[in-house]
């Protein structure tokens, strides 16, 4: 079982930036953030594979920015110009396999407990 580990997180104005880490104990092939906001489905938010290129929301394109490192088996999500839509828990998840094409959340196994992100107007 890996247990993720997420960090970051927490309240922003509009427009501002806020950081999540997420930290996978074992080796993880493919990985990703999903958000699930009050009485909505979860979503993914953006996936990227060990050694791949990152695939993000059409909602974040251009204003959230993955980042890796497979050595330590993390993967940071730089989020800019943040509006109140982006307010939801974020969810780090992860699989041993190939990255699925879209960014569904069923194929991931591991995931971690959540970190609230909260962007007032």
């Known amino acids: 079982q890996v247990q993720l580990v997420e960090s970051g997180g927490g309240s922003v104005q509009a427009g501002g930036s806020l950081r999540l880490s997420c930290a996978a104990p074992g080796y993880t092939y493919c990985m990703g953030w999903f958000r699930q906001a009050p009485g909505k489905e979860r979503e993914g938010v953006a996936i990227i594979a060990r050694y791949g290129s990152a695939t993000y929301a059409d909602s974040v394109k251009g204003r959230f920015t993955l980042s890796q490192d497979n050595a330590k088996n993390t993967l940071d999500l730089q989020m800019n110009s943040l509006k109140p839509e982006d307010t939801a828990m974020y969810y780090c998840?992860?699989?041993?396999?190939?990255?699925?094409?879209?960014?569904?959340?069923?194929?991931?196994?591991?995931w971690g407990q959540g970190t609230q992100v909260t962007v007032s107007s």
């Open positions: 998840a992860a699989l041993r396999t190939i990255c699925p094409k879209t960014l569904v959340a069923g194929p991931f196994r591991f």
